[in-house]
Nanobody, 122 residues
Framework: QVQLVESGGGSVQAGGSLLLSCTASRYIYSYCMGWFRQAPGKEREAVAI??????IRYADSVKGRFTISQDAAKTLSLQMNSLKPEDSAIYYC??????????????????WGQGTQVTVSS
């Protein structure tokens, strides 16, 4: 069993920044890790995917604004800059398999955090 705990959400005006963090109960460096989000009435979507060995991928809507990173231990982060109202959602971190072909499909991820709310006002 793995516990994932997110922190760092909140309310910000458009153009602002937030840093989300996710602390895991085990080492995560060899696993696919992802940040996903779900807004009311919308499907969950992958925001950014990373695997420590070199996989990094972003949704087109956040490229150039968001940066995913992880340390060699237990922390996953998402730096969000130039936030837009459409970025408002609950953000979740997730842990997936220890393979190189990390998926954007959330159904491939085994463990999830409780989520943290991000609200961007115009």
């Amino acid at each position: 069993q793995v516990q994932l705990v997110e922190s760092g959400g909140g309310s910000v005006q458009a153009g602002g920044s937030l840093l989300l963090s996710c602390t895991a109960s085990r080492y995560i460096y060899s696993y696919c890790m992802g940040w996903f989000r779900q807004a009311p009435g919308k499907e969950r979507e992958a925001v950014a995917i990373i695997r420590y060995a070199g996989v990094i991928r972003y949704a087109d809507s956040v490229k150039g604004r968001f940066t995913i990173s992880q340390d060699a231990a237990k922390t996953l982060s998402l730096q969000m800059n130039s936030l837009k109202p459409e970025d408002s959602a609950i953000y979740y971190c997730a842990l997936g398999p220890g393979i190189s072909a990390c998926s954007d499909d959330g159904s491939h991820y085994y463990y999830w955090g409780q989520g943290t709310q991000v609200t961007v006002s115009s």
